[in-house]
């Protein structure tokens, strides 16, 4: 993990865990505004080391080693987007997904998307538009964009995700009416989905931690071949 990879295809930066044999999943994790790739490779010790993860850096520099998906302002209304940069870390994001799933020269595994605050953004992002290259997302302090609508897959596509929503209850960057609004959206377009609730404020805690890992492994089932079925 200690490598920095860059994409051409999409112009991002990443590092790697590489899974312990044949990967059952590769899941991309994504940090939050102003952070960078390093602040969740600490899951690397919690989550099974049957997937591999990709630790990606958001593609606007804030400051030193800062960085972010798009900006955004927190005003009493509430946040407010740079709405181009959303859709465009989207994209990228989603060239990422291709991009290494061309390098598995036929071994493909299933790609799963989750990340903190403005990262589990970008994870509903992609995955919502794109199910048939991320399976399954997962939100963790985040929200669910009004933007993305017009670029919805179809019910029929969106049927096939399935996704996991965790949010603090006493959050006061992101308020947990965001998560019920995102629990609430997802089951009109008909999306497999769970929406735990912690007492917590805008962060990650052991028992998020321990509740996404059960997700993820849950996602992915492994027969003794070490194949995977998403």
Do not use: C
């Not at 291709?98 to 990340?115: F, I, K, Q, T």
């Not at 399976?135 to 993305?148: Q, T, V």
């Not at 949010?167 to 009416?177: F, P, Q, T, V, Y």
């Not at 997700?215 to 089932?221: E, I, Q, Y």
């Amino acid at each position: 993990m200690n490598t920095l990879h860059h994409d051409t295809a999409s112009g991002l930066a990443y590092r790697i865990r590489p899974a312990n044999g044949n990967a059952s999943a590769r899941l991309f994790l994504l940090h939050g505004v102003g952070g960078n790739e390093t602040n969740l490779l600490s899951l690397a010790d919690t989550l099974s080391d049957r997937f591999e993860l990709i630790f990606v850096r958001g593609p606007l520099t804030l400051g030193p080693a800062q960085h972010a998906w798009f900006e955004v302002r927190f005003t009493p209304e509430g946040p407010v987007i740079h709405a181009e940069q959303a859709d465009a870390s989207r994209l990228r994001l989603r060239a990422l997904v291709r991009s290494l799933r061309e390098s598995d020269a036929g071994a493909a595994v299933p790609a799963l998307m989750a990340g903190f605050s403005q990262g589990g953004i970008l994870s509903a992002s992609v995955a919502l538009t794109s199910p048939d290259d991320v399976a399954g997302f997962a939100i963790l302090s985040g929200r669910i964009l009004p933007e993305i609508e017009p670029h919805l897959a179809s019910r029929e596509q969106l049927a096939r995700l399935s996704a996991f929503i965790a949010h603090g209850e006493h959050d006061d960057k992101l308020r947990i009416a965001f998560a019920e609004h995102a629990d609430a959206w997802l089951t009109r377009l008909g999306v497999p989905h769970a929406l735990h609730r912690y007492p917590i404020g805008h962060a990650l805690s052991a028992d998020v931690v321990r509740d996404f890992s059960q997700w993820l492994d849950a996602r992915v089932a492994i027969d003794a071949s070490g194949r995977a079925h998403a």
